[in-house]
């Protein structure tokens, strides 16, 4: 099946640590995003890639970092300096020409601090 | 800048009623929209998108309207389902050709039995 998969589903950072997001497509869509979900609040943008070893800065980039080595990948890392990262993290692609329109979402990670 | 918002946090509507959801813009300039549907503990789901060239468009039980005049989106859900409660999310794209969708808060629609 075709389809955006995100992994752990739960992961836990300890303080000062760095941590990484998975997230592999193989619907061969160039775009890929990542947004931070908060509780009752709406998907803020992280970071985008619309093409591999390229990436732009969304709305909340301070404290995280992406790299784009494959098409199909888009690993997030929330680094230390990013101080409150409990949330809830989504990650999505969608097709060149459709930059920006109908992006397909992953089933998203939940991070927590211990 | 440009922000999207929803007017009513929460809605229930019984089982078998239409909904309207609404979600109002600010940016004139925005080209597209789309909306969402989003269960606990899972990714957002695609339901129906429309361009900023058209006032109307249909899916399977659900219809988005567009109005450009008042900057107001709504997404109408007919002959409702328990399967259908869920956070609903509407996002516009800015129509300046930065690739990327702002999202608004949420609308949770509860459809009681």
């Known amino acids: 099946d075709g389809g955006i998969t995100q992994s752990p589903k739960y992961l836990f950072r300890k303080e000062g640590q760095n941590v990484t997001l998975s997230c592999e497509q193989n619907?061969?869509?160039?775009?890929m995003y990542w947004y931070r979900q908060d509780p009752g609040q709406g998907l803020r943008l992280i970071y985008y890639?619309?093409?591999?070893?390229?990436?732009q800065k969304g709305d909340i980039a301070e404290g995280y970092s992406v790299s784009r080595e494959k098409k199909e990948s888009f690993p997030l890392t929330v680094t230390s300096a990013q101080k409150n990262p409990t949330a809830f993290y989504l990650c999505?692609?969608?097709?060149?020409?459709?930059?920006?329109?109908?992006?397909?979402f992953g089933s998203g990670t939940q991070l927590s601090v211990l | 800048g440009e922000s999207v918002g929803l007017h009513l946090p929460t809605l229930s509507v019984q089982e078998g009623d239409n909904s309207i959801i609404n979600c109002a813009y600010s940016?004139?300039?925005?080209?597209?929209f789309i909306w969402y549907k989003q269960e606990s503990g899972k990714g957002p789901q695609f339901i129906i998108d429309?361009?900023?060239?058209?006032d109307k468009r249909q899916g399977q039980r659900v219809t988005v309207l567009l109005n450009k005049t008042v900057k107001h989106l709504s997404l109408q859900i007919a002959a409702t389902q328990p399967g259908d409660s869920a956070v609903y999310f509407c996002a516009e794209r800015s129509g300046d050709g930065n690739e990327k969708l702002t999202f608004g808060t949420g609308t949770r629609l509860t459809i009681i039995p």
């Open positions: 429309i361009r900023s060239n058209m």
């Open positions: 999505a692609s969608s097709t060149a020409r459709g930059a920006g329109e109908k992006l397909f």
């Open positions: 619907l061969n869509h160039d775009a």
């Open positions: 940016n004139s300039a925005s080209d597209y």
């Open positions: 890639s619309q093409i591999v070893n390229d990436f």
